[in-house]
């Protein structure tokens, strides 16, 4: 049984930073590239990052460049998104998810019909 569990989200001050982790169990860790996700309330889910399986590839959302970088640990079978200078509108609910597919540019990393597994998310609040 695939079980992808995120940790690491709360409340932060905007400018604060938090890092979430995302530890993956019941599959072959590292066959599979990883990304994150956020819904706010109300809106939609979006694409965060990705990290391709072997780490050799990371992609981001502009609105997270400079700001958010995701990295790996394939011996913990763990992901990870740094997310500095937080601002109130990354305030969302932040998956992980995990697919077998060959993540190769930013528009196949932001396809969510292209992960096999999700996580149930952790919170983030970012007060102004």
């Known amino acids: 049984q695939v079980q992808l569990v995120e940790s690491g989200g709360g409340l932060v001050q905007a400018g604060g930073s938090l890092r979430l982790s995302c530890a993956a169990s019941g599959l072959t860790f590292s066959r599979y590239s990883m990304g994150w996700f956020r819904q706010a309330p109300g809106k939609e889910r979006e694409f965060v990052a990705a990290i391709s399986w072997g780490g050799g590839g990371t992609y981001y959302a502009d609105s997270v460049k400079g700001r958010f970088t995701t990295s790996r640990d394939n011996a913990k079978n763990t992901v990870y998104l740094q997310m500095n200078s937080l601002k109130p509108e990354n305030t969302a609910v932040y998956y992980c998810?995990?697919?077998?597919?060959?993540?190769?540019?930013?528009?196949?990393?932001?396809?969510?019909?292209?992960?096999?597994?999700w996580g149930q998310g952790t919170q983030v609040t970012v007060s102004s």
């Open positions: 998810a995990a697919t077998a597919a060959v993540i190769v540019t930013t528009a196949r990393a932001r396809d969510m019909s292209k992960y096999d597994y």
